[in-house]
């Protein structure tokens, strides 16, 4: 799970929120302008990688609550408590991150600043927990229930060692740099940014 540090609102979502109507949720959800407005930005401070699991997100994504707003209505349009999760999973596999998630509380959050500290990875591309709360979060989550999870992680682990065994460390270090960098879009150039970065550094 990556830290994500939250950017500023969009002024627009501030200005929405401000006039007219009382706004709610359903109210937001049909909003579309605004809605892609903040789908966007949230995007773009994620690298554009899901917000649990840091796949590749698409428009087939999500918008997801940290704090569920069925059991947080004051905080549902709050954009501190606003992730971009992946869309649904392919057909035949559990559903995962914010779809699994549901109104759970998560112990651990994509938020905090030591998230990253909690997770291990591996070769199988499995994540592992450290802690009882990494491994409630895992479990909310199912970041280990879909094969396509593990299948991606398990190329990243897999690739970031090739590297880490074929190349001087100098190589190497230039490596990691570039593949957990952005491009000029914000984009961040490989998915899985937390399992290439453990490798990178424990194994």
């Known amino acids: 799970m990556k830290r994500i540090e939250k950017n500023t609102e969009p002024q627009e979502f501030i200005d929405w929120k401000k006039n007219g109507h009382p706004k ?17 930005s949230l995007k773009q401070e994620q690298g554009y990688l899901c917000c649990f699991c840091e796949s590749v997100i698409s428009d087939r994504g999500h918008i ?10 004051a905080l549902a349009l709050d954009y501190s408590n606003l992730l971009y999760s992946c869309a ?31 997770f291990a990875f591996g070769g199988d591309g499995s994540i592992l927990a450290l802690d009882d709360k990494a491994n409630e979060t895992n ?3 199912n970041l280990n229930g879909s094969k396509n999870l593990r299948d991606g992680r398990r ?4 690739e970031t060692f090739d590297k880490k065994t074929t190349s001087s460390p100098a190589e190497f270090d230039s490596w990691v740099t570039e593949v957990l960098s952005r491009d000029a879009e914000g984009r961040f150039k490989k998915p899985f940014w937390t399992t290439i970065k453990y490798v990178a550094e424990n194994v």
């Not at 709610?24 to 966007?40: E, L």
């Not at 190329?155 to 897999?158: C, I, K, L, P, S």
């Open 24 to 40: 709610t949720w359903r109210r937001f959800h049909r909003h579309t302008p605004i809605k892609k407005k903040v789908q966007a």
């Open 64 to 73: 997801a609550h940290v704090l569920a707003k069925s059991n947080h209505e």
């Open 88 to 118: 649904e999973t392919p057909h035949g596999e559990p559903n995962t991150c914010g779809h699994a998630q549901g109104t759970s509380l998560l112990p651990i959050s994509p938020l905090d600043a030591d998230c990253e500290s909690h």
């Open 139 to 141: 479990l909310i989550l």
């Open 155 to 158: 190329a990243a682990y897999e």
